[in-house]
């Protein structure tokens, strides 16, 4: 059964930082293009980081580019997000996606998998 658990979230303070980790099950996670969505509420869920398979070429939306960082440990099955100097804006809750074809790693149409989402609360 394919699955992808995210954790990590919590509330945290203006400037602070916070890690999210994604655990994934049931399919063959090397292979996978794997991204970090976040969704507020009342906005569209949008693409924020992505980490491509072999080379592990990364992908950042303009919004977190320097502060956010992608990783992935193949031998785990997992990845993570490193968020650093978090804004109000930040907050929303974070979804780990799981894709096997990816030609545009922050839209969210090429990602068949996904997990059911940490909640991320900044205060100012």
């Known amino acids: 059964q394919v699955q992808l658990v995210e954790s990590g979230g919590d509330l945290v303070h203006d400037g602070g930082s916070l890690t999210l980790s994604c655990a994934a099950y049931?399919?063959?996670?090397?292979?996978?293009?794997i991204a970090w969505f976040r969704q507020a509420p009342g906005k569209e869920r949008e693409g924020v980081a992505a980490?491509?398979?072999?080379?592990?070429?990364?992908t950042y939306s303009d919004s977190v580019k320097g502060r956010f960082v992608i990783s992935r440990d193949d031998a785990k099955n997992a990845a993570t997000l490193q968020m650093t100097s978090l804004k109000p804006e930040d907050a929303a809750t974070y979804y780990c996606?799981?894709?096997?074809?990816?030609?545009?790693?922050?839209?969210?149409?090429?990602?068949?998998?996904w997990g059911q989402g940490t909640h991320v609360s900044v205060s100012a």
């Open positions: 049931g399919f063959v996670f090397q292979s996978y293009t």
């Open positions: 980490i491509r398979p072999d080379n592990g070429g990364t």
């Open positions: 996606a799981a894709g096997v074809r990816v030609p545009s790693p922050l839209d969210r149409g090429h990602y068949g998998y």
